[in-house]
């Protein structure tokens, strides 16, 4: 006995374990190829940077964070205060 196909792709096989593969899945596959494919061409394109520069801009990064952190310390530590003063003062607290 020979099994006939359907050309329609939607409808399963004769195995309901198995069930018709739809065309969106390749579609989906060939999608996430080409990402990765172009993913690797731009990444090719990128210019590292040497370690004395990878050094230097941490170095950079690490100051400009920790003064600014200080900077911010200082303003909440003023406005606090003032604040508690304030609202001793009137009794508020």
């Known amino acids: 006995m020979v099994e006939q196909q359907t050309p329609n792709l939607m409808v399963g096989g004769s195995n309901p374990s198995w069930p018709a ?8 596959m060939k999608s996430m ?3 990765f ?3 690797r061409s731009e ?3 990128v210019v590292w940077p040497t370690w004395t520069e990878l ?3 941490t170095i950079v990064v ?3 964070v920790t003064a600014f952190s200080l900077y911010l310390g200082s303003v909440d530590y003023v ?4 604040a508690e003063a304030v609202f ?5 607290r």
Do not use: D, H, P, W
């Open 79 to 82: 406005i606090s205060r003032t």
């Open 33 to 35: 190829t080409q990402f």
């Open 88 to 92: 001793t003062r009137y009794g508020i």
């Open 62 to 64: 690490l100051i400009v």
């Open 21 to 28: 593969m739809t065309c969106e899945g390749f579609e989906i």
């Open 55 to 57: 050094v230097g801009s």
């Open 37 to 39: 494919n172009e993913v």
């Open 43 to 45: 990444m090719a394109k």
